[in-house]
């Protein structure tokens, strides 16, 4: 049984997307174990401790740096003998000793087809802002591993959505939650826990 831990920092639609998926069965040999959020009022936190998932307080604005911050974080879950580290809507940015210490065992849900509308500064409405600026005809999730790259790392599962003539930002954010997010991350957490993912390079290959 994988152990994994969900970071978070803000509403935690895809932590519950992962709840409930764990409950119906959908993700096979893992269990969440611990939830950490780098924001004491995140929703999220309450969504955990209904679940009867520890939760876990590390408010960045505690530490001096994002170095001390990633520190407390290893710390943290190795504790918890974390196998698989799922960051759903975690809003700070790890250093790569981080990256390195959980090499190909932290996984990212990003709102857009990456390449296109990711990186620094994509984060929120503000992707499917750009998103609709540029014109684009379909938009999507992803989920890939993450790497020392900000939205860069090998790819898992992407899922796309058409753009409609009448879409506000908020709108196609609510259609790419509920039609790509939450059905991406349970399968690939699943897919991850069933060992059933190999990194090649910059590619995954699902056995
Ligand atoms: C999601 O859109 C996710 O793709 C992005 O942050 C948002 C988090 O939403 N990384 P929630 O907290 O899971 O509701």
């Known amino acids: 049984m994988k152990r994994i831990a969900v970071l978070v920092s803000g509403g935690g ?20 174990v611990s939830v950490i959020s780098s924001n ?3 929703f999220a936190l309450k969504r955990a401790a209904d679940n009867n998932i520890k939760t876990t307080v590390l408010n960045r604005n505690d530490y001096s740096s994002n170095r001390e911050y990633s520190k407390a974080l290893t710390k943290e879950l190795k504790e918890d ?12 940015i790890l250093t790569e000793d981080f990256i390195n210490e959980f090499e190909n065992k932290i996984i990212n849900i990003h709102p857009a087809l990456i390449p296109s509308f990711c990186g620094e500064g994509f984060y929120g409405l503000h992707v499917h802002e750009k998103a ?3 014109g684009v ?13 900000c939205d860069g790392g090998p790819i898992i599962l992407q899922k796309a959505v058409e753009i409609l003539p009448e879409d506000t930002a908020e709108s196609l954010q609510k259609r790419i939650m509920e039609e790509c997010e939450w059905k991406l991350l349970p399968q690939a957490v699943n897919l991850f826990c069933n060992d059933k993912l190999e990194v090649i390079g910059r590619k995954v290959n699902i056995k």
């Open 13 to 32: 639609t895809n932590l519950q997307a992962l709840i409930d998926a764990q409950k119906s069965g959908l993700i096979t040999n893992g269990e969440i």
């Open 40 to 42: 004491p009022d995140a």
């Open 81 to 92: 003998n974390i196998d698989l580290i799922v960051l759903a809507g975690f809003m700070t």
């Open 132 to 134: 609709l600026d540029y």
């Open 137 to 149: 005809k379909v938009s999507g999730a992803t989920v890939h591993f993450v790497n020392e790259e």
